[in-house]
């Protein structure tokens, strides 16, 4: 992977319209009213940093509630001015994988290569069989567990160059955020969130322990009910199952792995969604002249690895991980698919960037679902294919405005976070609906998101819901955070 210069740190991957998010969960939506109210704004990205909350909406309070303005483009295919943040080349710190039955190893069993697909193959073969993931709840539970693993609290010092960053992450004050790859990406993407092909609202729950805050994805009971009726709309299952399809005509365990007697040529074993290979990646923010910065500890699923050999030297040479995301899009038939595909383009990009993701391969596909033909993007390039459009997209104001909007979003809790007592810690609710302007920010009432965590071990939406939590974070962790906290002492 390039990384000359500011332009070379960002990106891309190619977008998939049926294929759904695995390794980080979608938004809801579904906040209530709340007592008390401040306001920030940033209309330019990092030039206008957040101000802080006033005096009275820090006082105590049952519920407090900030808004954020989203800057908007300020014309066809312009940005507003801003000062640039810029983000560090991602690295891996851990991985993990999830087997047929959704049970997390914290091995790389789940890992595959990338082999090129034939054209013409059918992307509904197999569709019958699929094994489909449940949509339950799973918060930051395997992601967090793998950060434990990776650094254990009974080696001391840290026995590893991961458990070194993961240590420091924790221990040396710097402000750091823990939270899915996908959450990361809808805080980025959020200045043009409507004018995108799918505009949709979402929720994340936030909470601060010492300076590191936690990202989570709120999937209310509505949004919950939603993704279970999808499932009985066999038409948009069959469109999401081609980009499941696309993966296994694309991917295989190793290079000499043959397909069963009877099954296409390419094809590498039935759909079961359940199956993942992760992995957990450092990266920062940091801007340029006020000394900002933050540390930042991302997971989501890597689809495949180039296949050992020439191409894997080759990749080597140029510096990138080999790491492949796979797409699949309605072939490009008008000039408004391509404007609709090139809108999706900036999702994409921000993915396979923020997970350092160096090459995107798009599966393109006829009405009746044939694969017609594919094509490898690298991702660095990808800006380079919509700059001067109308409809051009700018990644570094969508980087310099989640920079500006995590800010905010600190500045807004720290004074009420600041608690030894775990069982004090607040959540707040980060939301963002049409008609896309505002972030709104609010913090829970007592009780709230107990009564939330309740309900929906009772209903059956957590995929855990014997795991003991504070907020949503795992009393395991925590009692992980305080081990290494007193080993620094």
Same mark, same amino acid.
């Given at each position: 992977?390039?990384?000359?210069?500011?332009?070379?740190?960002?990106?891309?991957?190619?977008?998939?319209?049926?294929?759904?998010?695995?390794?980080?969960?979608?938004?809801?939506?579904?906040?209530?009213?709340?007592?008390?109210?401040?306001?920030?704004?940033?209309?330019?990205?990092?030039?206008?940093?957040?101000?802080?909350?006033?005096? !009275?909406?820090?006082?105590?309070?049952?519920?407090?509630?900030?808004?954020?303005?989203?800057?908007?483009?300020?014309?066809?295919?312009?940005?507003?001015?801003?000062?640039?943040?810029?983000?560090?080349?991602?690295?891996?710190?851990?991985?993990?994988?999830?087997?047929?039955?959704?049970?997390?190893?914290?091995?790389?069993?789940?890992?595959?290569?990338?082999?090129?697909?034939?054209?013409?193959?059918?992307?509904?073969?197999?569709?019958? !069989?699929?094994?489909?993931?449940?949509?339950?709840?799973?918060?930051?539970?395997?992601?967090?567990?793998?950060?434990?693993?990776?650094?254990?609290?009974?080696?001391?010092?840290?026995?590893?160059?991961?458990?070194?960053?993961?240590? &420091?992450?924790?221990?040396?004050?710097?402000?750091?955020?823990?939270?899915?790859?996908?959450?990361?990406?809808?805080?980025?993407?959020?200045? %043009?969130?409507?004018?995108?092909?799918?505009?949709?609202?979402?929720?994340?729950?936030?909470?601060?322990?010492?300076?590191?805050?936690?990202?989570?994805?709120?999937?209310?009971?509505?949004?919950?009910?939603?993704?279970?009726?999808?499932?009985?709309?066999?038409?948009?299952?069959?469109?999401?199952? %081609?980009?499941?399809?696309?993966?296994?005509?694309?991917?295989?365990?190793?290079? &000499?792995?043959?397909?069963?007697?009877?099954?296409?040529?390419?094809?590498?074993?039935?759909?079961?969604?359940?199956?993942?290979?992760?992995?957990?990646?450092?990266?920062?923010?940091?801007?340029?002249?006020?000394?900002?910065?933050?540390?930042?500890?991302?997971?989501?699923?890597?689809?495949?690895?180039?296949?050992?050999?020439?191409?894997?030297?080759?990749?080597?040479?140029?510096?990138?991980?080999?790491?492949?995301?796979? !797409?699949?899009?309605?072939?490009?038939?008008?000039?408004?698919?391509?404007?609709?595909?090139?809108?999706?383009?900036?999702?994409?990009?921000?993915?396979?960037?923020?997970?350092?993701?160096?090459?995107?391969?798009?599966?393109?596909?006829?009405?009746?679902?044939?694969?017609?033909?594919?094509?490898?993007?690298?991702?660095?390039?990808?800006?380079?294919?919509?700059?001067?459009?109308?409809?051009?997209?700018?990644?570094?104001?969508?980087?310099?405005?989640?920079?500006?909007?995590?800010?905010?979003?600190?500045?807004?809790?720290?004074?009420?976070?600041?608690?030894?007592?775990?069982?004090?810690?607040?959540?707040?609710?980060?939301?963002?609906?049409?008609?896309?302007?505002?972030?709104?920010?609010?913090?829970?009432?007592?009780?709230?998101?107990?009564?939330?965590?309740?309900?929906?071990?009772?209903?059956?939406?957590?995929?855990?819901?014997?795991?003991?939590?504070?907020?949503?974070?795992?009393?395991?962790?925590?009692?992980?955070?305080?081990?290494?906290?007193?080993?620094?002492?």
């Amino acid at each position: 992977m390039k990384r000359s210069g500011p332009d070379d740190r960002l990106q891309v991957e190619a977008s998939d319209t049926h294929k759904r998010s695995r390794a980080e969960p979608s938004a809801g939506a579904d906040a209530s009213p709340a007592t008390e109210t401040a306001t920030a704004t940033v209309t330019a990205g990092p030039s206008s940093r957040p101000e802080q909350p006033s005096a !009275k909406a820090r006082s105590p309070s049952p519920s407090y509630l900030f808004n954020l303005s989203v800057p908007r483009p300020a014309g066809q295919g312009q940005a507003p001015a801003y000062s640039r943040v810029y983000l560090r080349a991602p690295q891996r710190l851990t991985t993990y994988s999830f087997d047929g039955e959704r049970k997390l190893l914290l091995n790389d069993s789940a890992q595959r290569y990338f082999k090129a697909p034939p054209a013409g193959v059918d992307l509904g073969y197999g569709f019958s !069989k699929a094994k489909w993931r449940e949509p339950k709840i799973e918060h930051l539970d395997t992601l967090l567990t793998s950060l434990q693993s990776a650094c254990p609290v009974d080696r001391h010092p840290p026995s590893s160059v991961a458990a070194s960053d993961i240590h &420091r992450t924790l221990t040396d004050g710097t402000p750091s955020l823990i939270t899915w790859r996908g959450m990361m990406t809808k805080l980025c993407t959020a200045p %043009y969130e409507a004018a995108s092909a799918f505009p949709s609202a979402w929720e994340m729950d936030v909470m601060l322990v010492d300076k590191t805050m936690y990202i989570d994805e709120h999937v209310s009971k509505a949004r919950y009910d939603a993704q279970r009726a999808e499932e009985k709309d066999e038409r948009r299952m069959l469109f999401s199952y %081609y980009g499941y399809a696309f993966e296994s005509y694309c991917v295989w365990p190793n290079a &000499r792995t043959l397909p069963e007697i009877g099954t296409p040529t390419a094809w590498s074993g039935n759909v079961n969604t359940n199956e993942q290979w992760c992995e957990v990646m450092k990266t920062g923010m940091d801007t340029k002249g006020d000394g900002g910065s933050t540390r930042v500890i991302l997971g989501g699923e890597t689809d495949c690895l180039i296949e050992p050999g020439r191409e894997e030297g080759r990749a080597r040479a140029r510096g990138d991980r080999r790491a492949m995301e796979l !797409k699949t899009n309605m072939q490009i038939r008008h000039e408004g698919d391509a404007i609709k595909f090139e809108k999706k383009m900036l999702r994409i990009y921000m993915q396979a960037f923020l997970l350092g993701v160096d090459h995107v391969v798009v599966g393109f596909r006829d009405s009746r679902g044939r694969l017609v033909s594919h094509q490898q993007f690298l991702t660095a390039n990808m800006p380079q294919l919509v700059r001067g459009k109308p409809h051009a997209w700018d990644p570094h104001l969508c980087t310099s405005f989640a920079y500006d909007a995590l800010a905010w979003i600190r500045k807004s809790i720290e004074s009420d976070s600041r608690t030894k007592n775990r069982d004090a810690l607040p959540v707040w609710r980060l939301s963002f609906e049409p008609p896309f302007e505002n972030f709104t920010l609010r913090r829970l009432r007592k009780g709230e998101y107990a009564k939330e965590l309740d309900e929906g071990r009772t209903e059956g939406r957590e995929r855990w819901a014997d795991v003991q939590r504070m907020g949503f974070l795992p009393v395991e962790h925590l009692e992980w955070r305080e081990a290494i906290a007193r080993e620094q002492e």
